[in-house]
């Protein structure tokens, strides 16, 4: 079994900065792509940032000069750096992880159950 749990959410003020965490466990052969997605109420959700088990990051243009992405390949962690947050950022932040099982040629998406991030003055 694998799960993905996030943390680091919060609220803050606009200008403020919170760093998420995603945490990958469970029966996991290799991790290739991590990535971030977020959902603001009445909005899709919408995909931030990805990172490849080599390092590799691509944010979206839209926050690609206030976020960052970044991983611990040891801890099977990955991160999301927001700085300037705006009130627009105020999301429910889930962590998405491609990766294969152990005793499977599969390679799958798991999802966490998401942070909230909440961004009011």
């Known amino acids: 079994q694998v799960q993905l749990v996030e943390s680091g959410g919060g609220e803050v003020q606009p200008g403020g900065s919170l760093r998420l965490s995603c945490a990958a466990s469970?029966?996991?052969?290799?991790?290739?792509?991590m990535g971030w997605y977020r959902q603001a109420p009445g909005k899709q959700r919408d995909l931030i940032a990805t990172?490849?088990?080599?390092?590799?990051?691509n944010v979206a243009d839209s926050v690609k000069d206030r976020f960052t992405i970044s991983r611990d390949n040891a801890k099977n962690w990955v991160y999301r750096q927001m700085n300037s947050l705006k009130p627009s950022d105020a999301a429910v932040c889930s962590c998405d992880t491609r990766l294969e099982r152990l005793g499977s040629r599969a390679v799958c998406d798991y999802w966490g159950q998401g942070a909230r991030v909440t961004v009011s003055s």
């Open positions: 990172i490849t088990s080599g390092g590799r990051p």
């Open positions: 469970g029966s996991i052969f290799k991790i290739y792509d």
